[in-house]
């Protein structure tokens, strides 16, 4: 089983939609969390991180459930500048060895 | 702006060859900088662990001997591709991340290694 697993899409969806994210993480012990997007052929930026208490910034949400070992996101009002794929991803503390744990990635594509 | 810069974007070169890639942190120290590689359509897997004054850890399956890892200075970490060969073609990026472990990381802009 993959530590940090998510749908790998493509999503396509309307400008203007609302779009869910999913990903689940397999350590229990995983201590911090986050959302990055990568573009094609760049760098990940970190999106936002997440906590239990959710946290939302602009037209992104991003949730996180402990118990169920469960993290989301939620675009609102696509545009087409969010075309990209999302990146789910858990740091596990253990000593700092260890450094972020990266999903594979959903692509979203946002259509005129 | 970038907090993390990493130098070059792009190499192409010979089988053979050996490549140096620059990871530097902006305006912060950095004692733990990160090595990651990503090939085509994969999610970016750890390479090492580059910790300043001291050797990297290598995660299992990446050959120390082959990317070297100096962390030299609080700002600065290299890896080296000794001796490159086409399957070592891939997109490399490093991160550091500045405060709490828990911290976010910033990631540099990547290098899209091209071996021929």
């Keep these: 089983r993959k530590e940090v697993e998510q749908d790998p899409g493509p999503f396509n969806v309307p400008e203007g939609a609302t779009v869910a994210f999913n990903c689940t ?47 989301s996101l939620l675009i609102r009002d696509s545009k087409l500048s969010d075309s990209a794929t999302y990146l789910c991803v858990v740091n596990l503390m253990d000593t700092g060895r260890r450094a972020l744990t990266f999903g594979s990635g959903t692509r979203l594509q946002v259509q005129p | 702006g970038a907090v993390v810069s990493q130098h070059p974007s792009w190499v192409i070169c010979k089988s053979g060859t050996s490549v140096k890639i620059e990871c530097r942190s902006l305006d912060f120290q950095a004692t733990t900088m990160f090595w990651y590689r990503q090939f ?18 290598y995660e299992q399956g990446v050959e120390k001997d082959k990317f070297l890892i ?26 550091a991340r500045f405060g709490h472990p828990n911290e976010a990381q910033h990631f540099g802009d990547g290098t899209r290694l091209s071996i021929l």
Excluded at chain 1, 62 to 70: D, E, T, V
Excluded at chain 2, 72 to 95: G, K, N, Q, R
């Design chain 2, 70 to 95: 100096n962390h030299a200075s609080l700002t600065l970490s290299t890896l080296t591709v000794t001796s490159a060969h086409p399957e070592d073609s891939s997109f490399y990026i490093c991160s």
């Design chain 1, 25 to 71: 993480y397999s350590n229990s012990a995983s201590q911090s969390f986050f959302w990055y997007r990568q573009d094609c052929r760049k760098e990940p930026k970190l999106l936002m991180s997440v906590y239990s208490s959710g946290n939302e910034d602009g037209r992104f949400t991003a949730q996180l459930n402990r118990a169920s070992q469960y993290i």
């Design chain 2, 40 to 57: 085509p359509k994969q999610s970016l897997m750890l390479m090492a662990t580059s910790n300043e004054g001291s050797k990297a850890t």
